[in-house]
């Protein structure tokens, strides 16, 4: 964590400079601005995690809007994936959730007793993060712990953002013949028992529909959710009880024979757990609020399922009803299909408001912040003129597949939870079902199997040999080293915060201890100095050398083998108001662990490499260190000159 | 981290329930009361680590007064041990710690180059904590960013406690005749600059002086600093600079041929860091004061013995000049030597008001907050009835002697770093003799060292040989385990909190899976039932079982051969206002570092053993699991039954 690079400041070092005119706030107050460059809808995950990754930049003027009187108490979402952990790292508050929350560590499964099969009995368990395939853990807390800690960082950030409560997006149009503040967005008062009030209007340059399944942002660019409903009512539950079943404290997959099954989910503090249990098949064309199901309702039907063991409740935290659903839209953006080329995104939807399915695979809450955490930089990137803003078709083009796959997958998934145990699994022949579908999923439901395809941002895997564990288009992959000025050992992708920057890392080849005549000095004079370097070509003269594009180096010598005095000048920058160096762009192995970092990512030892990962962290590009026309091939392909 | 156990409550769970009455609150506001348990002066590092462990209790009524008007900015000490990190652990905070300080990891030394003596060059490094010393780091941040951390603990504890700044004490009185808040406290008023205004009176059970060097409290109870001063002025400076030194991010040591000597500490944020510059011998009986000394004179210095390398500075953040003093009082309370069998403490001293050194060590602040960790569960203790007063006694018994010790080896260490280098250095033919001490030293200055001497409260060694990685009087030693109910990998020492209960760690022996005829479970039998168990003499009837005595079981095996079900019920005890079932009381090893806990802390595999611990974390006893009576007789020693 670096601060006070342009001078002491006393207090916590997570609450940014100010970059607001304290006379306009104390003037305005939480006034509607007559324009905006972003208007956010909705402070779900989505609109939470976009409002806090443009927080950080002082020249983007975002509003938050919000139908509710205040932050979210309880209830919803509670599941975090370690792909999320990883973004959470990049926002600062990963260390804090991985001390309230609740780790899945271990899953086990439950079916029927074939010797008496209306008693349950435990069958298996699997390991729910495999062995380095991530340094995150699994967590589960409670969305609105969430919710404030993306709230925190808004507040901290230097532009002191905070959201307007109780206010809705009505409507909104577009005028395609302007660029300036083009959308329209009328603004509706909600009183504090939901009924609607007056309007107001507000013109941004781009809009973001973070409004959930109702989305009134997605009906003014006509989206429509596409899909199919299951049929079967669940109940999910937040509760405080007691049991002699023995696995409260692991998530628990059951399937009864005859009634039905059960998903326990452990929660933050040792004693909360969330049930999720299968109620009633409903009939073609019924919905589920027919039913009048209540809390009761699903207690009586949890203890029918787990029978022999019964829970005594104590205290229902939270309740909801709902029917399975896998729908969505064709478009994240207000572009249709086949005008891409012609105009360029100005209205965007995100998370429920896009695609709905079963909360049951712990995959909506992490789903909705990788869709802004994909389109925050990239909106970033358009407003502060550094891409075109054709770079904004990429946004639906790389979330509206991902979230095809998670429906699919998803709708998969439900079907197999749902199904009666076949005759091979009773018997005990085989892995059940189940159980084996879960672990296949596992790299899905851990938000790994995410894969962007090539682009103008993610190039072809031409060079994927040379780092086997770092694929192109997937998420860049951490490993231990340690950092060569101060030792410290470290996550290498732990450097990254969710500040729209690029990021080159660049492999040391074999002997090359960044002396003269070696490849990462001549890599380093390419970048440093070279007018085709990219660092040179689209860093502004006003900005610290890496404020575009951070490059750290990587060395396959442990730290008494290297000097930090003999690195090239780039990885010593002098940086801020003082022109301080920066002390921590160089790396090398960490053994501690047995392998190392080039062993563990499949990096080539002979030559090393050169990876480059986007903003979101996410491989962009893999290239040889010497590969200099390409490497600036490949960004002159994104950014402009300034 | 445990909470929801009475129920669910939104927000950060680190903010406590309040146990304040808010009519009073609104009444009173920060009003001065008449009485208080506990009276502590001073808010520097032993002030308010005091404060934040009493305020953990709704029952203790403190007070704590600060002559400035507001928190500490900047400056002062920035050290903090590997002792200190394992107690904020207990506090809560070591996280935030670990995630914003810098790491002391290498220390490099540098003399004299024999071929060029007016140069220094780099002669050594050392690795700073050594592997497997502790889970936690050696850091470096602001003090005053350790006293928001315990100030927030302060504020979220149950019982809301915050400062009264602006207020010092001028003189206290001891009637000794009477139990009923027998110490009467003036309280003068201090304005903005400084000076005395009005005076007030506040009658307290005990007074805890953590006044500094000038204490008022030590002076009130004729206490007196004894020792000596090495005639010798330092700067010290917190600066942001530029220098081609390569080392500004390891701890280094750099002793000049005739310029003196330099110490720096690299600081949080990665840019600022700290210098201690020697600058003049002092006459005999001559202040520092009187030479006028400034930042200038500071940086000077340093450039005079770094050569050949220069400092730029950019900023001074902070700086002071001082003269080194070794001092020492011979009593850390009211009661002399020769009356400790008449009478009880009622007023303490603690930090620099009873002992004082030189701060290059890094050990005023680390022992100053060692002192009141000591003292805050024995008051805890005594205010809620627990214990006899007599235990009071112990506190100036153990924490004087550990002193003197620090105070010891600090001359030591300030004469070598200040003597010249000697010839057989300079040739190269032997390790340094800064660097030799330096080393040996780090046990020492990691806080390690600390080893209480057989009392009341430390039993004797006598089965030490069953643990032999668990030293009697001295800290618990963490280590790597699973928790058996969800798989979690963790550090055992981090379940305990800084709450004043007592821990047992019961490890199992060989083959004892927790079944009924085995040694884990026959004490679980003892401690849950039996009428001599101390676990049901002394827990109070309306408190959870574990509210006092905190039992927990290590076991041998993995996690896949044991079954939580078949623990004995003390392991899986109901507690709260709904008696649910605490999952977190049993541990298996985790073998994925290797070693194990058994392995690592040298635990007998064959019989097990039991470890006794207190609640600062000193080891207090080990015994056999099947030595009921020495338990009872153990804990009857210290405890009055309830």
């Known amino acids: 964590m670096q601060y006070y690079l342009d001078g002491f400041r006393p207090g916590d070092p997570d609450i940014k400079a100010s970059a607001r005119d304290p006379n306009l706030d104390a003037a305005n107050g939480n006034a509607i601005p007559a324009c905006v460059d972003v208007l956010i809808a909705g402070c779900g995950p989505a609109g939470l995690c976009l409002a806090a990754q443009l927080a950080g930049f002082p020249e983007i003027s975002t509003m938050i809007v919000e139908p509710k009187h205040g932050p979210m108490e309880k209830g919803q979402a509670d599941g975090v994936s370690v792909r999320s952990m990883e973004m959470f790292q990049a926002f600062g508050f990963a260390e804090k959730i991985k001390r309230e929350a609740y780790w899945v560590n271990q899953t086990t499964f439950w079916k029927p007793d074939p010797g008496k099969p209306q008693n349950i009995h435990r069958v298996g368990i699997a390991q729910d993060v495999a062995d380095d395939q991530s340094e995150m853990p699994h967590t589960i807390v409670n969305q609105a712990r969430i919710h404030q800690l993306f709230l925190d960082v808004m507040k901290n950030a230097p532009t002191r953002l905070e959201p307007h409560y109780g206010l809705r997006v009505r409507d909104l149009t577009i005028d395609v013949s302007t660029n300036d503040h083009p959308v329209t967005v009328v603004l509706e008062y909600v009183t504090e028992d939901g009924s609607a009030g007056d309007t107001t209007t507000v013109r941004a340059n781009y809009v973001v529909g973070c409004d959930g399944a109702r989305s009134t942002v997605r009906k003014a660019i006509g989206g429509k959710l596409h899909g199919d409903a299951a049929h079967q009512a669940w109940g999910v539950m937040d509760i405080l009880a007691n049991s002699d079943f023995p696995d409260l404290r692991r998530k628990c997959l059951i399937q009864s024979a005859k009634e039905g099954n059960i998903l326990i989910i452990p929660r933050e503090g040792g004693y909360l757990f969330r049930m999720y249990v299968e109620l009633e098949k409903l009939n073609p064309d019924e919905r589920v609020a027919t039913r009048n199901l209540t809390s009761d309702h699903i207690i009586a039907a949890a203890n029918r399922i787990m029978c022999p063991y019964a829970i005594d409740v104590k205290e229902v935290v939270w309740w909801s009803i709902y029917e399975i659903g896998h729908r969505l839209t064709d478009k994240f953006d207000d572009v249709r299909a086949g005008e891409t080329d012609r105009r360029n ?39 502060t003129g550094r891409t075109d803003p054709s770079l904004l078709h990429s946004y639906s083009a790389e979330r509206q597949l991902e979230a095809k796959r998670l429906v699919e997958t998803d709708h998969k998934w439900a079907r197999i939870m749902s199904a009666p145990p076949g005759e091979s699994e009773l018997d005990g022949s085989e892995m059940p079902r189940f159980q084996k579908q879960f672990i296949e999923n596992l790299e899905f439901t851990g938000g790994l199997a995410v894969h962007y395809e090539p682009s103008a941002i993610v190039a072809k895997p031409i060079h994927q040999h040379t780092a086997t564990g770092q694929i192109i288009g997937k998420r860049f992959h951490s490993a231990p080293v340690l950092r060569l000025a101060d030792a410290k050992p470290m996550q290498l992708g732990h450097i990254v915060e969710a500040d729209g920057r690029w990021r080159i890392y660049a492999f040391a080849g074999l002997d090359d201890s960044g002396h003269n005549d070696g490849a990462m000095h001549k890599l380093c004079k390419f970048l440093d100095a070279d007018k085709e370097s990219p660092v040179r070509r689209f860093t502004r003269r006003d900005e610290d050398p890496d404020a575009l594009i951070d490059i750290r180096a990587i ?88």
Chains 1, 2 share one sequence.
Request: aromatic share 12%; glycine share 10%.
């Open 345 to 383: 995104p100005r209205v965007f939807t995100a998370g429920d408001a896009c695609h709905t399915h079963s909360p049951k695979a712990g995959q909506g809450m992490n789903v909705s912040m990788g869709d802004t955490f994909n389109l925050g930089w990239k909106l970033a990137h358009v407003l």
């Open 555 to 642: 060395f396959q010598q442990d730290f008494t083998s290297l000097n930090y005095e003999d690195m090239p000048a780039l990885l010593r920058p002098a940086k801020g108001r003082y022109g301080l160096r920066d002390f921590e762009k160089v790396f090398c192995v960490d053994h501690k662990s047995g392998d190392d970092i080039y062993g563990m990512r499949g990096i080539d030892r002979k030559c090393g490499c050169l990876v480059v990962v986007r903003p979101d962290q996410y491989v962009a590009h893999i290239l040889p260190l010497d590969a200099f026309s390409d490497i600036s091939e490949f960004f002159n392909g994104i950014f402009r000159a300034s």
